[in-house]
């Protein structure tokens, strides 16, 4: 759930930091109603997202923690 409510953090502060130097840079004009429905889709695209990537790559990090924490492999250089 942490990972989840992470993602759509970061989601909302990059969109809106991009909003903002559209505005600043391009003299984009301000559309609050469009803004906060692209927001809306993003951040729903991204969510699903995390909720279907996450698990693999927890079951990755699992394994090669596995593999680097067995007795068999040496890690000190001589």
């Keep these: 759930m942490t990972i989840l ?3 759509v953090v970061a989601t909302l502060v990059c969109e809106i930091i991009s909003y903002l130097l559209q505005i600043i840079l391009f003299g984009v ?7 906060i429905k ?9 969510s699903m997202i995390i909720i279907i990537i ?3 790559i927890k079951k990755a990090g699992i394994t090669l923690e596995r593999i680097f924490t067995q007795s068999k492999i040496l890690t000190r250089y001589y």
Excluded at 29 to 35: C, G, T
Excluded at 38 to 46: F, P, R
């Design 54 to 56: 996450y698990p693999i």
């Design 5 to 7: 409510v992470m993602s």
């Design 38 to 46: 692209i927001i809306l889709i993003e951040i729903l695209y991204n």
């Design 29 to 35: 004009s301000i559309e609050i109603v469009r803004f």
